[in-house]
């Protein structure tokens, strides 16, 4: 019995030790793969390598890297991966013949503090989606194209920056002051171009610079203060005298520019010159003051003795605004008409000579000058007369720093008021004489009837000392161009849906030129840096009414914009502006240039590379701009492109006229609307004249 009795007494505790067994087994198991999965790499980090490394088509010399999955922060070894528990922190990929781009997930590599692709093949612009937090970023010695992305404004822990030996152009912004910690900057041997920006001053930690070697301009005060070491900027376009501060630098390279020598003298002797200037100008102002004192006195006397001759030359006082007008909303300067009058006489950019007295100014200007403002009495759809001083004042001397572009018959310079108010000051290459004085009036006429939601409003004009300058509203987005052209393609993304509601408002601008107007207008220049966007990204088309200064067969357009019959610009018909559209339709389209020498012979220039894909549906997605990343509506790319095909004929009597242009991007737009659930990123600024095409709706 006890012997029956104790076979299952032994069974039982075998069971048990093989349950224990087994449950320590899976418990170990279990602890085993949780502590694998704590050091296994962030997913999303990751993804970003995967997408890098197709990006990058899949090279062979980057061991251990996948397209899709795998672990580089686990068992496996990554080629120039290194990690810190799960987290990839630095990346070191120089020199290994790398080619294609970097992708666009690197914002997910949160972790990585040091980035380094140099010395390698890799093109196209440098991506906005850059790691987030690095000290060390390296991107110098590939063929990058395109500017600088704004996201380096914002990497905090920035110690070290390299993107020279690249193809970068375009202006730099004013993107560089929240950079503390940055000790090393090098730009050198791009196409960079511009003044250097103010932000330089705030980095404060800055010990080398280098921006050999590209085409900058302007002077380089800005870097006065800051703790450089080393500091090369030769080959440039640079001016102006070199800062005495930068004198003790221990290793500046400054040649190649027209940089004027700082003083030899040592620190002691500076500051002793810099005493006597001060006495000196002291001196100089308290004689000028005397001087005023003087004039003021004489003035009143000969007001006192002579008041109707006053009274007449107020009346001729016709050309500067007396009071605060619904345009510009600031008052007239005619009271300080005297500031910076000197500058006129040594403004090389405007070559602007000192404005003639009222009272020495021609009889025929003057009784203009009458005629014009009676009229304007009666008719508010007439432009303001603006004095030369006034402008001169706003634009402080039309100086380079104000300069926003120089186009086919002159500058436009951005002007600046005390109150806040901003405006843009066009000045005709041509001068005006007494004999052109009226053509270049009726000329104003007929730009200041030109009213559309479309079109860049004309606030005023001048016409003193033989100059020709239009004041239109200022666009704080600047022009189509820039957006598409001169910021790298992830800083500033134009949405496809943005794209198709920019080409439907320029073509309702045109449509209202050819077929409201009477008689109608030909454009004669239409092109994206003639298309502004203002702070809601709607197109204004300027320089409309401005055809009749194309006159002259020297005026180069611009290239690539032409219509085959345009062989002079006196053959210009309504239709040539309808091709000129179709090719800004075709820069909207694949982000490129109408020309660029860049690019291989075959695809320098747009029209004849682009014309025979339009109606290839696989051809067309290859085209498409590759900062839309795919993001558009399949029907409304193709309806977009069948718009440009029929717009780009060469045949001028097959191009459809603006009002069947309209309609069409009318279907593109409430196409991209259906698809994308979007109501459109240009909804505001609404006019009820829109309503007829429900462009807003």
Excluded at 21 to 46: I, Q
Excluded at 74 to 90: H, N, R
Excluded at 493 to 498: E, I, M, V, Y
Aim: glycine share 8%; net charge negative; hydrophobic share 35%.
């Amino acid at each position: 019995m006890s012997a029956c009795s104790s076979e299952p007494s032994s069974r039982l505790l075998f069971s048990s030790s093989s349950s224990l067994a087994l449950l320590l087994l899976l418990l170990l198991s279990l602890g085993g793969r949780s502590a694998d999965a704590d050091n296994s790499s962030n997913s999303s980090e990751v993804s970003a390598l995967n997408v890098m490394f197709t990006s990058m088509n899949s090279p062979s010399q980057l061991t251990g890297w996948q397209s899709q999955g795998g672990d580089p922060c686990g068992d496996e070894d990554w080629k120039g991966i290194s990690c810190t528990d799960s987290s990839i922190t630095e990346i070191r990929l120089s020199g290994l013949g790398l080619s294609g781009s970097l992708g666009y997930q690197l914002a997910n590599l949160a972790s990585v503090t040091y980035f380094d692709v140099s010395k390698n093949n890799l093109q196209g612009s440098i991506p906005y989606q850059l790691p987030p937090n690095p000290v060390y970023l390296n991107l110098a010695g590939n063929t990058f194209t395109g500017g600088i992305p704004y996201s380096i404004s914002q990497m905090s822990n920035l110690e070290y920056v390299n993107l020279g030996h690249n193809q970068l152009n375009g202006q730099l912004t004013d993107m560089f002051g929240n950079l503390p910690k940055l000790s090393e900057l090098d730009l050198s041997f791009n196409q960079l171009s511009g003044n250097l920006p103010q932000s330089f001053g705030s980095l404060k930690s800055l010990k080398t610079l280098y921006v050999q070697n590209n085409q900058l301009s302007g002077s380089i005060n800005v870097l006065a203060n800051l703790p450089l070491e080393d500091l090369n900027v030769e080959n440039n376009h640079f001016t102006g005298p070199v800062p005495i501060k930068l004198k003790s630098i221990y290793n500046l390279q400054t040649g190649g520019n027209s940089l004027s020598g700082y003083t030899s003298s040592d620190d002691s002797q500076s500051g002793g010159v810099s005493t006597i200037g001060a006495v000196i100008f002291g001196v100089v102002i308290a004689f000028l003051f005397l001087l005023v004192i003087v004039l003021t006195l004489i003035k009143r006397s000969s007001s006192s003795a002579s008041p109707h001759y006053i009274d007449d030359d107020s009346q001729n006082r016709s050309f500067t605004p007396l009071v605060t007008d619904e345009f510009t909303g600031h008052k007239s300067m005619d009271s300080d008409a005297s500031i910076n009058v000197k500058a006129l006489e040594s403004c090389p950019s405007m070559g602007l000579k000192p404005p003639p007295s009222d009272r020495n100014r021609s009889s025929t200007e003057n009784e203009f000058a009458r005629k014009y403002n009676s009229k304007r009495s009666t008719d508010p759809a007439s432009a303001i007369a603006y004095s030369l001083v006034d402008l001169q004042a706003a634009t402080g001397s039309f100086s380079s720093s104000r300069l926003l572009g120089e186009g086919s018959i002159g500058c436009v310079y951005k002007a600046k008021y005390a109150d806040g108010k901003v405006l843009a000051v066009k000045k005709i290459n041509q001068a005006i004489s007494e004999d052109s004085l009226q053509d270049f009036m009726d000329v104003i006429s007929g730009i200041s009837r030109l009213h559309h939601s479309n079109i860049a409003e004309l606030v005023g004009f001048c016409t003193e000392s033989g100059h020709q300058l239009l004041v239109y509203e200022f666009q704080r987005n600047g022009s189509l161009h820039e957006f598409l052209h001169l910021s790298d393609d992830y800083s500033n993304p134009l949405t496809w849906d943005t794209r198709v509601r920019i080409a439907l408002g320029t073509a309702r601008a045109v449509e209202y030129l050819h077929e409201v107007c009477s008689p109608s207008s030909i454009h004669k220049n239409i092109k994206s840096a003639n298309i502004l966007l203002d702070i809601e990204l709607n197109p204004h088309l300027s320089d409309c009414g401005l055809a009749v200064f194309y006159q002259d067969t020297s005026i180069n357009l611009g290239q690539g914009y032409s219509a085959p019959e345009c062989t002079n610009l006196s053959a210009y018909t309504l239709k040539s502006d309808v091709y000129s559209f179709g090719v800004v339709m075709l820069e909207l389209l694949t982000g490129r240039k109408p020309f660029d020498s860049s690019k291989p012979r075959t695809e320098q220039a747009l029209v004849r590379w682009a014309t025979p894909q339009l109606h290839d549906i696989d051809a067309l997605v290859q085209m498409v701009d590759p900062a839309l990343r795919g993001l558009y509506p399949p029907k409304s790319l193709s309806r977009f492109a069948d718009v440009i095909a029929l717009c780009v004929q060469p045949e001028p009597e097959f191009r459809p006229p603006m009002s069947e242009v309209v309609q069409s991007l009318v279907g593109c737009v409430q196409r991209t609307s259906m698809n994308k659930g979007l109501g459109g990123d240009m909804s505001a600024s609404r006019r009820s004249e829109d309503s007829d095409y429900g462009y807003y709706n």
